[in-house]
Nanobody
């Protein structure tokens, strides 16, 4: 059974740091493109970052470039999102999803989400 389980969310001060994890089971993470998507209160889904399978090509939305880092640990079969210098506008529920398309409907598995609140 394929599962994605996020963890690491919480309350963080602006300028702090937080690392989100997405533990995958039932498949080999490195064989698939993986994406982080977020949803702020009252807003729709927003694509944040993705890492391709194989070469591991990485992309970010402009608003997080230079602050967030996506990575994966193949030995642990886990995807990460390192959030440095978060801003209040980064407050959202963060989801990891299997897939790399810009069409969220093509992602076949999603985690349950982890809440990130950026506030002083």
């Amino acid at each position: 059974e394929v599962q994605l389980v996020e963890s690491g969310g919480g309350l963080v001060q602006p300028g702090g740091s937080l690392r989100l994890s997405c533990a995958a089971s039932g498949f080999t993470l490195s064989n698939y493109a993986m994406t982080w998507v977020r949803q702020a209160p009252g807003w729709g889904l927003e694509w944040v970052s993705a890492i391709n399978s194989g070469s591991g090509r990485i992309t970010y939305t402009d608003s997080v470039k230079g602050r967030f880092t996506i990575s994966r640990d193949n030995a642990k079969n886990t995807l990460y999102l390192q959030m440095n210098s978060p801003k209040p506008e980064d407050t959202a529920v963060y989801y990891c999803a299997r897939g790399g398309s810009s069409d969220y409907g093509l992602y076949d598995y999603w985690g349950q989400g982890t809440q990130v609140t950026v506030s002083s």
